[in-house]
């Protein structure tokens, strides 16, 4: 059984294994329809920066600061939300398929609800297709973290 330690180095490594699965879903979508890349991590970034006073320049530098700012935020939600599988795992019991879906409506929630905070998406809005392009990273996220806990504990 890991101790506390053992359940953040689990969860750290587990965290950054569904952010790649993220990474590569998302990639794969881009490249299979064709499509830019999402300007709403910068758009975040700045929004982000604007609410907490954090001065990112001006002209280009604003943007280069705001474009790694946003996605900042989701490698600190992923992170966070492994760490959180690794210590949910320590109970007993905890299926896979349970943590698996937890973790892709956690992913799912920290990557919108910022954004629905600051008035950059309204899913509510969405298409199916926007949809499906938006879940199924998440859900990349979510069984590759549960799957790399269970194999990591």
Do not use: F
């Not at 199916?128 to 590759?144: K, N, Q, R």
Request: proline share 5%.
């Amino acid at each position: 059984m890991l101790g506390p330690v053992g359940r953040v180095a689990t969860g750290l490594a587990a965290g950054c294994a569904g952010i790649v699965a993220l990474e590569i879903a998302s990639y794969v979508d881009q490249y299979r329809r064709a499509r830019p890349a999402s300007e709403s991590p910068t758009k975040l970034g700045e929004r982000v920066a604007d609410r907490a006073g954090i001065d990112l320049g001006d002209g280009d530098a604003r943007t280069n600061r705001a474009s790694a700012l946003g996605p900042l935020v989701g490698y600190a939600d992923g992170l966070s939300l492994g760490v959180v599988a690794a210590t949910m795992s320590a109970t007993p019991g905890r299926s896979i398929v349970r943590t698996a879906l937890i973790l892709t409506a956690g992913a799912w929630l920290g990557s919108n609800g910022p954004l629905m905070a600051v008035g950059l998406t309204d899913p509510s809005k969405w298409t199916a297709e926007e949809w499906t392009s938006d879940l199924v990273p998440h859900a990349a996220y979510g069984i590759t973290t549960a799957a790399a806990v269970a194999l990591l504990r």
